[in-house]
């Protein structure tokens, strides 16, 4: 289903809601990602929403607009999260889109009473994350920090053959506009035996793409590479904030713990698998790479594996807030050089009989391209801490200090096809407790 | 709280539930350990339930029976999960324990129709668990693995600092009576580069207790260690399944992930904290280990910070059980030899601000006793696979073949004071996909 194009994608098509017809909106007609959301301020339940310009549809408020599995489907993303919408899959996911798109559509009825502005909304996390897996898809980004930790053996043998994943916090996870306390915990120096303790110095975030499951698989089975996307519901933008100091002490031998959990920020937005068909990319491996073990090989990987996202990180430092400077954009990176794909995370992470369920939520691991200026944090740009970066107002940053916000965005676009965006996900760092 | 007795904990107690006062039962009066049931095969739906004896007290039969604080938590506790009872906090929970042990005691009017036969009962996870965490509290089971992987450096320099923990997997926590698939995943052997694929070959259990979380706290803000029991609800056994060649070749750098989250079982029954607060023991430490950072020492510590729990596990295999030949124990521990204790890993997972929340399970880890008949994994028992286990009927087993059924098992008793039971956790391993 995600693989074929329909009128949904239709380059041509506008809507009667002008502000999605400017070219730079991230929210064309083509694009129809979803939320929950509710009147800021107003203390109402959240419920599903889907943006268009610079508007939400209430789903709520859409009623009996729609027929068929579009109503039915309709029902489930008007609730305060998606799961049930999501666990539905592709059928209905695909119905509710064209009715939207036919209802949002130049020509149709012009409907503004079910629309609320994205200047009068708040956002919820769009789904009851049962689990949050993150991975650590970017060979870059894994050779890049291996060599700061193992410079003999910068990958692990098993890096070409196994999606590395582990499983994070949903507990901490929040939507754009968390702004969490600098994390306090147990760090080593080099000098000493002895640990300190204390706010962590070394606070960094991570540019990672989120991945929603859909329709779950039964504890046992496993869902197989080329069946995998049906189970993806879509992806949005997600900042995996990271403490290098407690990481550094505490990682061995199970893995990041206190280093990851204190916070997770996603955007509030998903784009559906169904939306990104036109932008789809080749999988990308180097002629010497292994090729995938036949569970995560299918026919479609080589060519369209990949999506093509164009992703960037900025920074705000509270003086260049306080001078009215805006964020300065401190890295650029696309999805589209991550080493194993979406359909292969979900083959990999089921192949065991683990049980997905809708509303679980995938990380991509950080997304660092070829080029060093490509680096997806500041641990690769600043080369483990050695080297400060220039900000445009001359500020220097080797890790975040408190009032830093970091925001982060995602597009893609193609000639002659419309920009879709993924909003964007902004946090920032407050002062340790 | 927990540190005092109550005429709950008096070890004259008895009930007019005769099967309770037995004096080998895992379930006097003095127990009174959570779960959620309902009658086997009936379609019902869960509700909460309290062991005495051989019956399970109807949470949400009993009605109007208690009066005040403890009606409150009665109907919380009559809920299909046992969340909102957990999240309501000691002083809910102590006066439904309360009510709960005048209404069993003898001399008390029988009520045998708030009973159900545990022989006709089944169980449910007791709780929606929003996040599960697994921590590695022996020292005797990291040494022993240790000398395994690393024979120069068995215990890693962070060991004796940091209560070393990972996340692990919600969705497939099951309850006593789970059987799983052997899972299938990619291992290397010694020689050669390239993984396999297949059946994992060296599947084992790991003798854990579980840890419920009560109440849970802000994100941002921490849990003091001399606070933490008061957000604990209480204890259980668990049994963390791990395929130790998956893991061996899948856990470098970011920790265990296919290797662990195909299945993790645990026993119906929670154990209160207050049940326990006759049987706690000193917390051990060497003379020689460092003294415990700040925010992980309270003044109860080193008094009462253990627990003084007997585990043992037991294996039936296939050909026993088709022989009739009752399950063998092929090893036994004490929880009390926990290098941290359970106020330590609360406060050490929310220094950074984690937020637990109300119905999370924390697992203790392997736990493994100081001497090599105490180990509590076949990893350890077999030393490393090399050194088959000969079971009493001639079988041998250096790791889990299909059909094998796992038994845990766990109880605490002194002199003078009754002898309180954690049921059993018991899973069988089936062949692969």
């Known amino acids: 289903m995600s693989a074929r194009l329909n009128e949904t994608h239709d380059p041509a098509l506008t809507s009667w809601v002008e502000s999605a017809n400017s070219g730079t909106s991230d929210f064309p007609i083509q694009n129809l990602p979803f939320c929950v959301f509710r009147r800021l301020g107003s203390g109402e339940p959240f419920r599903g929403g889907v943006a268009i310009g610079d508007q939400v549809v209430d789903l709520a408020a859409l009623g009996d ?60 996390v769009p789904a009851r994350i049962g689990d949050y897996t993150d991975f650590y898809t970017s060979i870059h980004h894994a050779t890049s920090v291996g060599k700061l930790f193992r410079p003999d053996e910068p990958l692990l043998p098993n890096y070409k ?15 754009s506009g968390q702004d969490f306390r600098r994390p306090i915990g147990q760090t080593r120096s080099g000098s000493g035996n002895e640990p300190q303790f204390g706010p962590c110095t070394r606070l960094d975030y991570e540019l990672e793409v989120g991945i929603f499951v859909g329709r779950g698989n039964v504890q046992g089975e496993a869902i197989e590479a080329g069946q995998a996307e049906e189970h993806v519901f879509g992806l949005c933008l997600l900042n995996d904030w990271s403490a290098r100091d407690i990481q550094a002490w505490e990682y061995q031998p ?29 999988w990308q491996r180097d002629a010497a790479d292994p090729q995938p073990l036949p569970y995560l090989d299918y026919p479609a990987l080589r060519t369209r594996g990949g999506f093509d996202i164009e992703l960037e990180v900025l920074i705000e430092t509270e003086t260049m807030r ?50 060093a200026a490509e680096a997806g944090s500041l641990l690769e740009l600043s080369a483990g801490g ?42 920032m760092v407050l002062p340790a407790r």
Chains 1, 2 share one sequence.
């Open 65 to 124: 607009a729609f027929d068929g599995a579009a109503r039915t489907a309709l029902a489930l993303g008007a609730q305060s999260s998606l799961n049930a919408l999501m666990a539905a899959g592709p059928p209905a996911w695909s119905a509710l889109r064209l009715a939207l798109s036919r209802f949002l559509r130049s020509g149709a009825p012009a409907r503004p009473a079910v629309l609320v502005s994205q200047a009068e909304a708040e956002y919820g």
């Open 254 to 282: 199970l893995g990041p713990f206190l280093s990851k959990n204190f916070a997770t920020t996603i955007a509030p937005w998903i784009v559906t698998i169904e939306a990104l068909a036109p932008y789809r990319a080749a």
């Open 322 to 371: 306080r001078d009215g400077v805006p964020p300065a954009r401190i890295s650029q990176s696309n999805f589209r050089h991550s080493y194993w794909s979406v359909a292969q995370l979900v083959a990999h992470h089921t192949v065991n009989g683990c049980a997905l369920q809708a509303g679980d939520l995938l990380g991509s691991g950080t997304q660092s391209g070829p080029d």
């Open 386 to 427: 050695k080297q400060a970066l220039t900000l445009p107002n001359g500020e220097q940053r080797v890790f975040l200090e408190d009032g830093d916000r970091i925001v982060m965005r995602g597009w893609t676009g193609r000639t002659g096809l419309p920009r879709i965006g993924f909003g964007e996900v902004a946090g």
């Open 161 to 175: 053959w196994v999606p590395i994943g582990y499983h994070g916090r949903a507990s901490t996870i929040g939507v």
